[in-house]
C-alpha cells in the first residue's frame, strides 16, 4: 500500500506541474456551469441537479480522456517506463497507484462543482441522499470512463491517439443503450446479445444512481468493470515492459 500511495501522490502532483491539469480543470467547470444555465436551471426552479447530471456523460466524455491520455503514454513516449520499473514496484502498484491519481483528480473537479449544491438549496429543500447518489454515481461513472482511458494510454506512445481512442470506447460503452445505436449492434451482433450490450451501458447504471436509487446491481457493475480494466491494462504495460 505504501507503494501506491507514493506513485498516486506523484501522480496527482506531475498533474498540476505544468498549467495542463489546471486548464483541463478550468474547461470542465465552464462548461458544466455554461451547460448547466443553458439547461434553464434556474428558470425551472427545481431543487436537484438533474440539469448538472444530465449533461455529466457528455462533459465525462471528454474530460475524462483528457485527464487520462498522459498516464502511460506520456512514460512511453520518454521512455521513464524503463526507470519507473527498475524500481522496487510491481505493475499492478504502478497501474493502481496512477489510476488512483486520475480519480482523485477527477474527484477535485466534482468537489469544485459545489456552487451547484449551494444554488439547488437556494432555490429549495433538496433531498440530500439524491444529490449524495447523485455525485456517487458520477464518481463511479468518472471511475469507469477513467479505466477505459488508463486501458487505452497503454497502448500507445501518443497521447493524442490515447485521447481519440478512448472517445471513441467511451462513446460506444456509454450510449450502447441508445435507440440508434442499438439499431446499428443488431445488423452485427445475436439478438440475445442485444439486451446483454444494452444492460452495459455506463449511463443506463448511471441514471439510476442518479434519480437517488442505489442498487448493489448498479456498484457492483462499475466495481467489476473497473477492476477487469485495470487488470487487462496490468497485462498490456507488462507485456510492453518486457518488449522494451
Known sequence: MQT???????????????????VILVVFLVLAGFLTIKGRFFEMRQADLRVFFDNLPLLYLFFVPAAGMRLWAEERKAGTIEFLFTQPVTVAQAVIGKFLAAWLFVAVALLLTAPLVIAVAWLGNPDPFVIATGYLGAFLLGGAYLAVSIFCSAL??????????SIGMIGLMTYTDSPAVLSWLAGIVPPYLIDALADMSFTGHFESMRRGVLEFRDLSFYGILIAALISVTCLVVDNRRESC
Open 4 to 22: 501506491v500511495r507514493a506513485i498516486l501522490k506523484r501522480e496527482f502532483r506531475s498533474t498540476f506541474t505544468t498549467s495542463m491539469g489546471y
Open 156 to 165: 500507445t506512445r501518443s497521447q493524442i491517439v490515447s485521447f481519440v481512442l
